[in-house]
């Protein structure tokens, strides 16, 4: 994967972006709920693409000086190549120049590998909500404080 580019995401990537939601998340989200971010004033919606192929996704809020990152999922057929490490530093770094103070996420707590990105990324955990998601699992609530 040498040749990656992260770009806005747009009307057509949609179906894409479900597929890869479909296989790549355990939390998945309808098709109606990618339209909507797309349409939404406070949210940055963006697609890794690598090698010319859109493998994956991140989409973030920020309002007035907090983002919050809503979701970040890397296609099943393109994990373990260090390519959510690489999304995840680059929106760290672009929201890094939003007068963005705080960054706030919420993590399956099953999801030990997620868990471990955010954590060599400078997130640390500060609370937990139980039975979070549909499926019984507990979310950890994770932040990260900006210098600035």
């Known amino acids: 994967m040498n040749n990656k580019l ?46 010319n192929k859109i493998v994956g996704y991140i989409i973030y809020h920020i309002i007035i000086d907090e983002a919050e990152i809503l979701n970040i999922v890397i296609d099943n057929n393109f994990k373990r190549q260090n390519l959510g490490k690489y999304l995840l530093e680059q929106t760290l770094e672009d929201i890094s120049k939003q007068n963005v103070k705080k960054i706030f996420l919420e993590v399956g707590e099953k999801n030990i590998p997620a868990i471990n990105l955010y954590l060599k990324c400078g997130f640390e955990q500060y609370n937990k909500r139980n039975n979070y998601y549909k499926n019984g699992e507990n979310a950890i609530l994770m932040k990260k404080q900006l210098i600035g």
Not at 9 to 24: F, L, R, S
């Open 6 to 51: 992260i770009v806005d995401c747009v009307k057509e990537n949609i179906d894409t972006i479900c597929e890869i939601d479909k296989t790549g998340s355990n939390y998945n989200w309808t098709k109606n709920m990618f339209l909507e971010e797309l349409e939404n004033k406070n949210s940055f919606f963006k697609v890794l693409y690598a090698d």
